[in-house]
C-alpha cells in the first residue's frame, strides 16, 4: 500500500520538480560531456542521453526510443533551450557515429554555433560515467519500469534532485541537506 502510493507520489511530482527547479538553476560551463547509456524498460533497451558540463554539474537529459542522428539532435536541441544552458563551446563525445552526422546537422540550420567543436574521445567523457552509475542505480532499485511514460516521469524527478544535490541551484550549496529540502520546500510553497 505505501509503495503504490510514494509510486503515485514520484509520478506526479517529479515532473512537477523539474519543472520549477529550472529555472532556478546556475549557468553551466560551455565544455559539453556527452553519453547515452541503456535502459531496460518493459523488456526492451532505451536510451537515456545526459550531458555534463566539465565540473561534473548535469546540463541536460533524454529518454529515447532510438539510438540514432535524430535522437542526438532532439537531445541538443532541448539542452540548448533550456535557460540556464549556454551554447558549448567545445562538445566530448564517444564513438558513437551518429553523433557527427547530428552535430553537422544542428550546425547547419543554426541551432549549433559554426565554432563550436566536436571531440570524440572516449576517455574525455569519464566526468559522465559515475552520474550514469547513480541513475541506472536507482533504476535498478525500483526494479525497471512497465513502460516509457514512467520511466521518463520518475528519471524527471531523479535528475532534478541530482541537480539540487549538486550544487547547480542558485542558493544551495552541495552537500547541505537540510538547505536543499528548503530549497525544494520553497519551490511547491511548504513551510520547512
Do not use: H, P, R, T
Given at each position: 500500500m505505501m509503495r503504490a502510493l510514494v509510486w503515485r507520489w514520484v509520478q506526479t511530482y517529479g515532473p512537477e520538480l523539474e519543472k520549477r527547479c529550472r529555472p532556478h538553476l546556475e549557468p553551466t560551463?560551455?565544455?559539453y560531456r556527452?553519453?547515452?547509456t541503456y535502459m531496460r524498460i518493459k523488456g526492451e533497451d532505451k536510451y537515456l542521453y545526459r550531458a555534463v558540463d566539465k565540473h561534473g554539474q548535469t546540463i541536460d537529459f533524454l529518454l529515447t526510443a532510438r539510438r540514432d542522428a535524430k535522437a542526438v539532435q532532439r537531445f541538443f536541441r532541448r539542452a540548448l533551450r533550456q535557460p540556464g544552458n549556454p551554447h558549448s563551446r567545445v562538445i566530448n563525445v564517444?564513438?558513437?557515429p551518429a553523433y557527427p552526422?547530428?552535430?553537422e546537422a544542428l550546425k547547419a540550420e543554426g541551432t549549433l554555433r559554426r565554432r563550436c567543436r566536436m571531440r570524440q574521445c572516449k576517455y574525455l567523457n569519464n566526468v559522465v560515467e559515475p552520474d550514469h552509475r547513480t541513475v541506472k542505480q536507482r533504476v535498478w532499485l525500483a526494479k525497471g519500469y512497465g513502460s516509457f511514460r514512467t520511466a521518463w516521469r520518475t528519471l524527471r524527478g531523479l535528475e532534478?534532485?541530482?541537480m539540487v544535490r549538486k550544487g547547480r541551484a542558485r542558493w544551495v550549496v552541495k552537500g547541505d541537506a537540510v538547505g536543499q529540502a528548503r530549497f525544494i520546500s520553497k519551490l511547491f510553497g511548504l513551510a520547512a
Open positions: 560551463a560551455k565544455s556527452v553519453d547515452e564517444d564513438q558513437n552526422a547530428a552535430v532534478a534532485v541530482s
